[in-house]
């Protein structure tokens, strides 16, 4: 069945430095990707998607490409503030396209 | 719009007591979710409805049971709650199932069996 792995955390990063997410998959076809983002005490919110290869999704300065080439789709952002940190999943569907498929999560933590 | 409701907030139970998990979306979507997140293991699929009257076994059904009341609701039950099922439990609903769809998380229970 589909599934995903991400880098391990904590992430700590200060603020203004370059923040990379590892996510790589395992999948029957081209399933679409995600990144969810989880604030302390909060449900998960989308954060940014991508439905087929070489596409960009990009939202509040992050982006992740999916690489079909590599089976991969790793975050990215150029310049990290305070207000960043939270808990980084990446997800794909599920083989039965029924439900996504998380990633164990990636903390990331950034110092003023 | 609320979004994704839940309640409670917060649970403590004893090992073998029962207790239900309600969840309520305002969005009119169709497809509706039970996830456990436990530290280091990410989400895991509980069970899901993919539409009104539906109800299917998601990764990790056991001891659960779900009803889906309505479009709007949709309650995951312990019948006996053990304390492997203490975890942070979210509901989560989409427009219909699919990766197109974007799901929508509610703030989860934590619920602690002890």
């Known amino acids: 069945g589909n599934s995903v792995t991400q880098m391990e955390g904590p992430v700590t990063l200060s603020e203004e430095a370059f923040l990379t997410i590892n996510c790589t998959y395992t999948?029957?076809?081209?399933?679409?990707l995600f990144w969810y983002v989880q604030y302390p005490g909060e449900g998960l919110q989308l954060l940014l998607k991508?439905?087929?290869?070489?596409d960009k999704g990009s939202n509040k300065g992050f982006e992740a490409t999916y690489r079909k080439e590599t089976t991969s789709f790793h975050l990215e952002k150029g310049s990290v503030q305070v207000s960043d940190s939270a808990v980084y999943f990446c997800?794909?569907?599920?083989?039965?396209?029924?439900?996504?498929?998380f990633g164990k999560g990636t903390t990331l933590s950034v110092s003023s | 719009n609320a979004g994704v409701t839940q309640t409670p907030k917060f649970q403590v139970l004893k090992t073998g007591q029962s207790m239900t998990l309600q969840c309520a979306q305002d969005?009119?979507?169709?497809?509706m979710y039970w996830y456990r997140q436990d530290p280091g293991m990410g989400l895991r699929l509980i069970y899901y409805?993919?539409?009104?009257?539906?109800?299917d076994k998601g990764e990790v059904p056991n001891g659960y049971n779900v009803s889906r009341l309505n479009k709007r609701e949709f309650s995951l039950r312990l019948e006996s709650a053990a304390p492997s099922q203490t975890s942070v439990y979210f509901c989560?609903?989409?427009?219909?199932?699919?990766?197109?769809?974007?799901?929508?998380f509610g703030p989860g229970t934590r619920l602690t069996v002890l």
């Open positions: 991508a439905t087929k290869a070489d």
């Open positions: 997800a794909l569907e599920n083989q039965a396209g029924t439900a996504l498929i």
């Open positions: 409805s993919a539409s009104e009257g539906t109800t």
């Open positions: 999948a029957t076809g081209y399933p679409s």
């Open positions: 969005m009119n979507h169709n497809s």
């Open positions: 989560a609903s989409s427009r219909d199932r699919g990766s197109y769809n974007e799901q929508f």
